[in-house]
């Protein structure tokens, strides 16, 4: 669980991350966006991301509706 008010998740088979990339996600995030995923054409690169602690919240509590129901 992050310490923070904002998490950077990543893959761990992705040796060649960009510093200035996830510097850049980390800025968007503080600047108000819940969650950063970049963007390369048309596809999104769903295992780079940051995440405010607001959307972790919505993220899991939607996910423990999704497994259980409730």
């Not at 960009?18 to 996600?25: D, I, K, T």
């Amino acid at each position: 669980m992050a310490r923070g008010d904002l998490a950077l998740a990543v893959a761990c088979d992705m040796p060649f991350l960009n510093p200035a990339l996830l510097g850049f996600m980390l800025t968007l995030a503080q600047a108000g966006y819940d969650v950063v995923v970049p963007q390369v054409n048309d596809l999104l690169e769903r295992c780079t991301r940051s995440i405010g602690r607001p959307a972790v919240r919505r993220l899991s509590n939607a996910i423990c509706w999704r497994v259980t129901g409730a």
